[in-house]
């Protein structure tokens, strides 16, 4: 008598489990999906599988999808990246129930973001100077990089780079706290200061300000806002 074979499993098993919420989800071959058409070249099936990870939560989920979406945050389309930008930081705060996404979710986020360097933050700072409704967004994301405010500094002194861009660097400065930034700051606002004395010492050049002198407010807060902390 030949021992009984275990019976065949009809059912898929159960791949992602919410731990913190409530109920679990079925959705692995969907999220993997939908990470492939994220890589493809057509913008819009970009577009739609954000939508897709998005509409499934998944990257609260899996620490996996959370690690790979954050690569996307230099997205070349620009409307694709501010929703990435969305999403990833949905991933750091609480939900509409009250909870936080898993931990070794955030930990694998923050993973990466204590990694990023000039140009994954310079694109940080492109989608919130589009949608300056995202700030807090990208103020909640820089603020997992512990060396961020070095690369601000980087970016809002290269007089090369956008006015508006280095307007957001000196606002994140800001927003995110980065206090050992100030020396800079200060060198930086000291400069624009004398620019701008300049200026009005020259009767023959228009009273109207340079774009890079636009900065002085902004940088001044920036530093009202590090000694006030």
Same mark, same amino acid.
């Given at each position: 008598m030949y021992p009984e074979l275990p019976q065949p499993i009809s059912h898929q098993p159960q791949l992602l489990i919410l731990e913190g919420s409530i109920g /679990?989800?079925?959705?692995? $071959?969907?999220?993997?999906? &939908?990470? +492939?058409?994220?890589?493809?070249?057509?913008e819009n099936v970009r577009s739609n599988a954000l939508e897709q990870i998005a509409?499934? =939560? &998944?990257?609260? !989920? *899996?620490?996996?999808?959370s690690y790979f979406l954050v690569t996307r !945050?230099?997205? $070349? =389309? #620009? #409307? !694709?990246? *501010?929703?990435?930008?969305?999403? #990833?930081?949905? @991933?750091?705060?609480? %939900?509409? +129930?009250?909870?936080? &996404? $898993?931990? %070794? @979710?955030? =930990?694998s986020l923050r993973l990466y973001l204590a990694a990023i360097r000039t140009r994954q933050i310079y694109a940080l #700072?492109?989608? *919130? &100077? +589009?949608? =300056?409704?995202? +700030?807090s967004c990208i103020a909640l994301l820089l603020s997992a990089s512990s060396f961020g405010g070095n690369h601000l500094v980087s970016i809002l002194e290269e007089r090369k780079n956008p006015i508006e861009i280095r307007k957001q660097a000196a606002i994140m400065i800001s927003e995110v706290g980065y206090i050992y /930034?100030? $020396?800079?700051?200060?060198?930086?606002?000291?400069?624009?200061?004398a620019n701008l004395a300049g200026q009005k010492a020259m009767d023959f050049i *228009?009273?109207?300000?340079?774009?890079? @002198?636009e900065l002085l407010p902004f940088v001044e807060e920036a530093i009202t806002a590090l000694k006030s902390q």
């Open positions: /679990t989800v079925e959705l692995f $071959p969907a999220v993997w999906k &939908a990470l +492939e058409d994220l890589t493809k070249h057509d509409a499934m =939560n &998944a990257a609260r !989920i *899996s620490p996996v999808v !945050i230099v997205e $070349p =389309n #620009l #409307l !694709i990246r *501010s929703r990435v930008v969305e999403i #990833l930081s949905s @991933v750091l705060t609480i %939900d509409e +129930e009250g909870f936080p &996404a $898993p931990e %070794d @979710v955030r =930990n #700072l492109q989608v *919130s &100077a +589009e949608y =300056n409704e995202l +700030e /930034t100030l $020396p800079a700051l200060e060198k930086i606002a000291g400069r624009l200061e *228009s009273q109207k300000k340079s774009a890079e @002198v």
